[in-house]
């Protein structure tokens, strides 16, 4: 029993320690949450300086990592404004907007004009990253105040959540396996609880879920007594891993989303059990 225990932990460690480094990485660039309130900022600063505050965005004061405000005049001012991003070439400030195409041509300078709206919206393109110099995917969050239109965008690097996400997914199974085991070998809950615990405190991952096959969480690293329920509109997060129970999926890989209990935003990922129907899942927190 203590090999089988030291043999798991010594596992989802492994995987579990090489999470906080994937999370660094990820960290060197903005999430879709700051490149929002980046614009808010900027927004709010307009309207105590005005005018004013484009010099301060071109002189990078509203940039933070891959992170920068850029801002559109409309109508009569149609122009680039303000532009708080690395160089490009041809210039982009002072330019009107009508004439803005992306890496691939798309008229973005019209696009944004035909799109932005005050409550704001996404809009996806292809743009130079400033952090490799090549063009990448981009999707800007864009909002009309007034004449202007404020906007901040993120790179979309593929690879980074994806190895994340697959590292959950086998720290889920070695989950699954080694409750199975761990069952069969006659290990208490308290004590197959304690070793979840062990893991979270010494590694990446911040929370099992594991349950019985009628959904409920006997098995956990929290405090907290959960049952899922197949009903999204109860439990429009924990639902979508029902189908784990039923045997219709064997892994679910789930977007950041806020969670019913405490209405945090935490990333989940479950696969089903190995010895009956179960879910067991793995959650890290996202934007919190």
């Not at 005049?73 to 009508?98: E, F, N, S």
């Not at 950041?256 to 989940?268: A, G, L, T, V, W």
Request: glycine content about 10%; charged content about 25%.
């Amino acid at each position: 029993m203590t090999m089988m225990r030291a043999a798991f932990v010594l596992a989802a460690l492994m995987i579990g320690l090489s999470l906080p480094t994937l999370a660094t990485h990820a960290a060197e660039r903005g999430t879709p949450e700051e490149a929002k309130a980046l614009v808010a900022k900027a927004i709010a600063a307009f309207k105590e300086k005005g005018p004013a505050v484009f010099d301060e965005i071109n002189a990078g004061g509203f940039r933070d990592r891959d992170l920068y405000v850029f801002v559109y005049g409309t109508g009569d001012q149609g122009k680039v404004v303000a532009y708080g991003g690395a160089p490009v070439d041809p210039p982009v400030l002072g330019r009107p907007t009508d004439d803005l195409k992306d890496a691939d041509g798309l008229p973005i300078g019209k696009m944004f004009e035909e799109k932005a709206t005050p409550e704001g919206v996404w809009v996806d393109y292809r743009w130079k990253d400033p952090t490799t110099g090549e063009p990448a995917a981009k999707s800007s969050w864009i909002v009309r105040s007034g004449d202007y239109i404020f906007g901040c965008g993120i790179y979309k690097i593929s690879g980074q959540s994806t190895n994340i996400e697959q590292l959950l997914v086998g720290a889920a199974m070695l989950a699954a396996n080694f409750v199975a085991a761990a069952e069969r070998a006659g290990m208490s809950r308290d004590e197959i609880n304690a070793v979840l615990r062990d893991i979270v405190a010494k590694s990446g991952i911040e929370e099992f879920w594991i349950t019985d096959s009628k959904g409920h969480a006997y098995l956990t690293s929290t405090n907290v007594d959960f049952t899922f329920n197949p009903d999204p509109a109860v439990q429009p997060q924990a639902s979508a891993f029902w189908p784990l129970l039923t045997g219709t999926k064997s892994i679910v890989v789930q977007e950041p989303m806020i969670r019913e209990i405490d209405n945090r935003k935490f990333q989940y990922i479950a696969v089903t059990g190995v010895d009956k129907p179960r879910i067991v899942s793995i959650g890290r927190s996202t934007g919190n």
